[in-house]
C-alpha cells in the first residue's frame, strides 16, 4: 500500500532518543480518528546519519541529554531540511535552559546560522491547519511544576523559504501524548489534536 504518512522517529549517537515510546501509537490513531489520510500504523526508527530519513515526510526529534551530532548527522539533517523536509523537536526537560535545549539550539546555529530559530506567531498557519488554536496548547508538565516551571507562550521554528521546516518546542508534547491511545476516552478533550495540525502542516509543504 502507498502511504500518504508515517511517523519516523530520528534516532542520534549523543542522547536519549528513545522517549515517549507510547506517543507515536496515539498520535497515529488521531490521524485515523480525524483525518482521511492513509496511515502507516507502525513508528518507523532511522538513525539521523541514515540517508533513509531524507525520503520521510515527517521526523520526530526528541531527548532529555546532549545533542551533539556527528558530521554525518549534521549534514543529513541540514540536506533534509533545506530540501523540504519536516522535522518536530521536542524538549522532553521541558526547560530552556536545560541541556537539551542548550545544546540543541548550539547545533541548530552551526548549522543553520544563529538567527536561524526564532519564535512563529500565535496567529501561524500551524494553529489552524485542521484544528484551530489560540496558539500552541499548554501541557500538563507546564502545570506541575516540572523543568523550568513556566508556561512556554510559544514554539519556535527554523523556516526555509517561507515554511517551517524545523518546529521546536520546549513544552514537552511527547510525554504530554504518551499514553495508551484507548484512554484518550477519558479526557474531556482529546489533547493530540495539535499533532494531527503539526503533521497536516508538515505533508502541506
Not at 93 to 105: P, R
Request: net charge negative.
Amino acid at each position: 500500500m502507498a502511504w500518504d504518512f508515517y511517523f519516523t522517529r530520528l534516532t542520534y549517537e549523543s542522547g536519549d532518543w528513545d522517549v515517549d515510546v507510547r506517543m507515536p501509537s496515539n498520535v497515529l490513531n488521531s490521524l485515523v480518528e480525524y483525518t482521511t489520510l492513509r496511515v502507516d500504523p507502525v513508528e518507523r526508527i532511522v538513525a539521523l546519519s541514515d540517508p533513509k530519513m531524507l525520503e520521510a515526510p515527517f521526523c520526530y526529534f526528541a531527548g532529555h541529554k546532549l545533542v551533539q551530532f556527528t558530521p554525518a548527522e549534521r549534514k543529513n539533517l541540514e540536506r533534509y531540511v533545506k530540501g523540504g523536509g519536516f522535522v518536530f523537536v521536542d524538549d522532553c526537560n521541558h526547560d530552556i535552559d536545560g541541556l537539551f535545549a542548550k545544546s540543541f539550539e548550539s547545533e541548530i546555529a552551526s548549522i543553520f546560522g544563529k538567527r536561524a530559530l526564532n519564535k512563529i506567531p500565535n496567529n501561524h498557519p500551524v494553529y489552524s491547519s485542521f484544528f484551530k488554536f489560540e496558539g500552541p496548547p499548554t501541557t500538563g508538565v507546564e502545570l506541575n511544576g516540572w523543568g523550568d516551571d513556566l508556561v512556554h507562550d510559544y514554539l519556535k521554528a527554523v523556516e526555509v523559504g517561507g515554511r517551517v521546516r524545523i518546529l521546536y518546542s520546549n513544552k514537552d508534547y511527547g510525554c504530554e501524548w504518551d499514553y495508551d491511545f484507548r484512554n484518550k476516552r477519558f479526557l474531556a478533550i482529546d489533547n493530540t489534536r495539535f499533532a494531527v495540525n503539526i503533521i497536516q502542516y508538515a505533508l502541506g509543504a
